[in-house]
């Protein structure tokens, strides 16, 4: 492979307790992106000119703002503001864009500038770069080390959406009888797992009648957040 390998990161994803190795890959990345952009790298001149143009989205600036360097996102932010007014001063004095009775309605300018603005960020544009190379490393990993290919059928699944990331991506990646095996492995962990979280989910509820409140939790106390990953994505606290 030409690009990078990332065997590390994402052999030490898949050996975590874990419900979805790809989203501890992607917990990994965002928290290493989101040291990175209010470290040293917020003073360099490369850095601030992306930031200034791209800004952040709403879930990274939260949590930019929580590692409690006020200093360093005041200056990214001010610089960043700093453009964003002078892009929306120039675009505003075009005025909006028009059309007659049978011409397409475009946004005006600023309008387009906007919807643009809030579509980018500086961390989600960092992540999404390397985890491309992370996933193309799983499935490098999958076709040439038989200890990773029983660490991957050994995983407590995956979410729905990075199941069927690695189910699109399989056949792009993999050979074709190597991507059906890719393949099977893959629903048979992600399967066997979903059912094992929803059955947990459902002592839990169980749980709740006082018929069972003598009864042991099992594995069931966390079950709800770990079933919100699975479904959504998405880690609560």
């Not at 040293?40 to 709403?58: A, I, L, Q």
């Not at 309008?111 to 491309?132: G, H, I, P, T």
């Not at 993999?174 to 399967?191: A, D, R």
Request: glycine share 4%.
């Amino acid at each position: 492979m030409k690009e990078q390998l990332y065997t590390i990161p994402v052999n030490e994803a898949f050996e975590q307790d874990c419900e979805c190795p790809v989203c501890a890959m992607l917990r990994s990345l965002e928290k290493a992106s989101i040291e990175y952009t209010l470290g040293p790298s917020y003073m360099e001149d490369d850095v601030r000119m992306v930031t200034d143009k791209v800004g952040f989205c709403p879930v990274h600036i939260k949590e930019l703002y929580k590692q409690q360097n006020r200093l360093g996102l005041a200056l990214i932010l001010k610089t960043h503001m700093d453009r964003m007014i002078k892009e929306a001063e120039r675009l505003s004095e075009k005025g909006s864009a028009g059309g007659g009775l049978f011409k397409k309605k475009e946004d005006a300018p600023v309008v387009e500038y906007m919807k643009k603005l809030n579509d980018s960020c500086f961390v989600c544009e960092r992540v999404n770069k390397v985890f491309e190379r992370y996933l193309a490393t799983v499935f490098y990993l999958y076709e040439r080390e038989e200890e990773f290919r029983r660490k991957f059928s050994q995983a407590k699944g995956f979410c729905n959406k990075h199941y069927a990331l690695l189910y699109e991506q399989a056949p792009l990646q993999l050979s074709g009888k190597l991507s059906v095996e890719f393949c099977e492995t893959l629903s048979k962990i992600y399967l066997e797992n979903m059912k094992r979280v929803r059955d947990e989910l459902d002592w839990f509820i169980d749980k709740f009648d006082y018929r069972y409140a003598d009864a042991p939790w099992k594995n069931s106390r966390d079950a709800l957040p770990r079933a919100i990953l699975k479904i959504n994505s998405t880690e609560v606290e």
